[in-house]
């Protein structure tokens, strides 16, 4: 993130370099960049006939450096935009030759999703050396939490940490999906506003009485009753409960919870760290811990595996997801 803020400053200030090759399995950040280009370098009027935007499926490489090559009109720069650049794996090496030696009228933009250059080839080098190259990794589950709260924290918000636990529940590491809430939210909530749990619910559309997140609390603290009332609750709204993230989210924190049984140093630092987990939910794996002896967990999780493996309609004959979540919960509870 700083680096992308570094970026715009730079082109802000007028250091515009002639490549931008922005890559990574994270598409977000290449995304906000190439818009920042495409909207920012040239005015307006300036557009029409000097920036073009081309996609990696219809073009060859060739064709790219003839674009690049043109010189603009009745302005500066010209910019040449090529989305899907990842559709050119294949022949990129061709880029050689123009980034040895790059148009110093043209800026250059790739957007080459999901997939990284070898830093080791001569094309990588010379595109490095002459233009400039970004790589958008994609960030850890356990710090999508942090993320959220550097964004709205750079926009005048800030965030409860149960309800940006939710978020990171519900959303998963997808930025541009969690991105696109967040502005929801900052258009019905005022500037300085503490986004709360009601907040995600009003607006998002989760339950915050009955998700995932609270199934797996009720389990954790082996609340039977309220785990058996949001199994009720999934199995009458199946379309927003997948039976198969349900099952997978659950797994998922036995798996956690067998590790966490294993740990010698069980210091909240190291054991959010260890577990990849947003240390907001520490308490539940904490009252967990003290409810499901080590071997009961080893049991659960092999149990989970076949109701996975059911969940999906292998050697399932078909049952319906209120009979899985039940069995679920016998073989968590028995």
Known sequence: MDEVVKIV????????????????EEPYYIDKLSDYIEQNILSEDEKGFNQTVLYGR???????????????MMAEKQVVIVKEAQDLTKTIDKLESYAENPMPSTVLVFNYKYKTLDKRKKVTKLLDKNGLVYESKKLYDNQIGQWISRV????????DPKANAMMVEFLGTDLSKIANELDKLQIVLPKGSTILPKHIEENIGFSKDFNVFELRKAIGDRNQLKAYQIAQYFANNPKE??????????????VNLL??????????KNVAAVLKVN????KDYDVALRNYPMKKVSQIV?????IDVKSKGVGA???PNADLLKEMLVKIFS
């Open 317 to 319: 004959n078909a049952l």
């Open 9 to 24: 400053n730079d082109i802000k200030n007028g250091n515009i370099k002639p490549i931008y090759f922005l890559m990574g």
């Open 241 to 254: 409960n997948p039976m198969v993230v349900t099952t997978s989210l659950v797994f998922s924190f036995f």
């Open 152 to 159: 709205l924290q750079g926009k005048g918000y800030s965030i």
């Open 279 to 282: 240390p907001y939910f520490l």
């Open 302 to 306: 092999a149990a989970l595996r076949d």
């Open 259 to 268: 590790h966490y049984h294993g740990l010698k140093d069980r210091s909240p």
């Open 58 to 72: 219809d073009v060859s490489i060739e064709d790219i450096i003839g674009t690049a090559k043109r010189y603009p």
